[in-house]
């Protein structure tokens, strides 16, 4: 039989893993709620939310650590978006055409020639 105290630095770890994921989510859930109070309806704010509710529920605690990245990654690009005014604060669903004239992109059509 193995002693208990082998695995407490493991569940002690785990613990600690868990309460960061939740943490992490708990902030983005308010990040989520106050974004959807001043902006259009986004897709990429719909994701989010599906992410942090339906498949939060679905997932282990490895996935959801996932989710909790993808979701930042996802919140990062949506604000974004809004800086750069890419969809009048909807993020970066819209995207605008991007030409590359030498080595910098460019928005002017003119430099596509």
């Known amino acids: 039989m ?3 105290h082998r695995f407490a630095g493991r ?3 785990f613990r600690k893993l868990t309460d960061e994921v ?11 709620a106050r974004l959807s109070g001043r902006h259009a309806p986004s897709k990429t704010i719909e994701n ?11 997932a282990n605690w490895r996935a959801r650590e ?15 978006g809004a800086i750069f005014g ?8 819209v995207a605008r055409p ?8 460019t928005d ?3 430099a596509e020639r």
């Open 48 to 58: 989010v939310r599906v992410l942090l509710t339906r498949a939060w529920s679905k």
């Open 22 to 32: 939740i943490a992490e989510r708990d902030r983005q859930m308010a990040q989520l």
């Open 98 to 105: 991007v030409v590359w004239s030498g080595m910098a992109p």
């Open 66 to 80: 996932e989710i909790v990245a993808t979701t930042a990654w996802l919140l990062k690009a949506h604000r974004l």
């Open 108 to 110: 002017d059509p003119a």
């Open 2 to 4: 193995v002693p208990r």
């Open 86 to 93: 890419e969809g009048e604060g909807s993020g970066c669903d």
């Open 11 to 13: 569940a002690a770890s």
